[in-house]
C-alpha cells in the first residue's frame, strides 16, 4: 500500500516553545492531507484538514493559531505547535488517501509522540 | 458533522471465541466505513472496511455487516487469537464530499487464555 511518513517519531520540548511536525506522502500525491490527536486511551480526533495551495480547515474547538498547518506540495504537510504547554503532549497522526474518487483507503503516518516539559 | 458511537469499551473473550464490536454513525451521507486495529503507541492499521452500497464483506476470520436504514455497523471476530488483543476502532467517511474519516472512541479487546 501508499506509505506516509511522519517526522519525527517523539519530540521533547519546553514549555512555551514551538515544535514542527512533517507528514509526507512518499509515493503518492495527496492534495489533502488530515491532522489527528490521540490522548492516552483515548480515541483519534480529528483537528484539521490540510488542503494543498490553500488554508486549511479546523474542526470545531482547534484553535488554528496554535496549531498551524501548512500544506505547500502534494506530498508534504506540516504542523506546527506553538507556544507548546504540557496539556499539548499527546499523539499526534497524520493521514491521507491517495485519490478522492479512487482507492478509499486511508494510509496513516507513524504518528508523533510530544511530550511538553 | 458525523459523530461514531462505539461499544463495548472494554471487551474480554475465550480464545477461540467469537468478539463482536458494535458501532453507530449519525450522518446518513456517509458512504465508507473502515476498522482499525491499534497497538500501543502504533498508528492505526485498517483490518476490513466495507462501502455502503454492500452489506456484509468476510476476510478469514473477519466480518463485517453494515444495516444502513439503521446506521448500524458491526466487526465480528471469530475464532480469536492472542494476537487479536489490541484497541480497534471504528470510523465513518464520506469519500466523496471531504474524505474526513471519523472515529468511535474505541474498544479495548482482551483474549484471554
Known amino acids: 500500500g501508499a506509505v506516509v511518513s511522519q517526522h519525527p517519531s517523539w519530540v521533547i520540548c519546553k514549555s512555551g516553545t514551538s515544535v514542527k511536525i512533517e507528514c509526507r506522502s512518499l509515493?503518492?500525491?495527496?492534495?489533502?492531507m488530515f491532522w489527528y490527536r490521540q490522548f492516552p486511551k483515548q480515541s483519534l480526533m480529528l483537528m484539521a484538514t490540510?488542503?494543498?495551495?490553500?488554508?486549511?480547515?479546523?474542526e470545531q474547538g482547534v484553535e488554528k493559531d496554535k496549531f498551524l498547518i501548512n500544506h505547500a506540495s502534494l506530498t508534504l504537510s506540516t504542523l506546527t505547535v506553538t507556544s507548546a504547554h504540557p496539556e499539548d503532549s499527546s499523539f499526534y497522526i497524520c493521514?491521507?488517501?491517495?485519490?478522492?474518487?479512487?482507492?478509499?483507503?486511508?494510509?496513516f503516518g507513524q504518528g508523533t509522540r510530544l511530550t511538553v516539559v | 458533522g458525523e459523530n461514531v458511537e462505539q461499544h463495548p469499551s472494554t471487551l474480554s473473550v475465550q480464545e477461540g471465541d467469537s468478539a463482536v464490536i458494535k458501532c453507530t454513525y449519525s450522518?446518513?451521507?456517509?458512504?465508507?466505513f473502515p476498522w482499525y486495529k491499534q497497538e500501543l503507541g502504533k498508528r492505526p492499521q485498517l483490518i476490513i472496511d466495507?462501502?455502503?452500497?454492500?452489506g456484509e464483506k468476510k476476510d478469514q476470520r473477519i466480518a463485517v455487516t453494515l444495516n444502513k436504514t439503521a446506521k448500524h455497523f458491526s466487526l465480528h471476530i471469530t475464532e480469536t487469537q492472542p494476537e487479536d488483543s489490541a484497541v480497534y476502532f471504528c470510523?465513518?467517511?464520506?469519500?466523496?464530499?471531504?474524505?474526513?474519516?471519523?472515529f468511535g472512541k474505541g474498544t479495548r479487546l482482551h483474549i484471554l487464555p
Open positions: 493521514s491521507a488517501r491517495a485519490s478522492r474518487t479512487g482507492n478509499t483507503e486511508a494510509f
Open positions: 509515493d503518492f500525491q495527496a492534495t489533502t
Open positions: 490540510s488542503n494543498e495551495g490553500s488554508k486549511a480547515t479546523y
Open positions: 450522518d446518513s451521507a456517509s458512504n465508507y
Open positions: 466495507i462501502r455502503s452500497n454492500v
Open positions: 470510523a465513518a467517511s464520506n469519500v466523496r464530499r471531504d474524505d474526513k474519516i471519523i
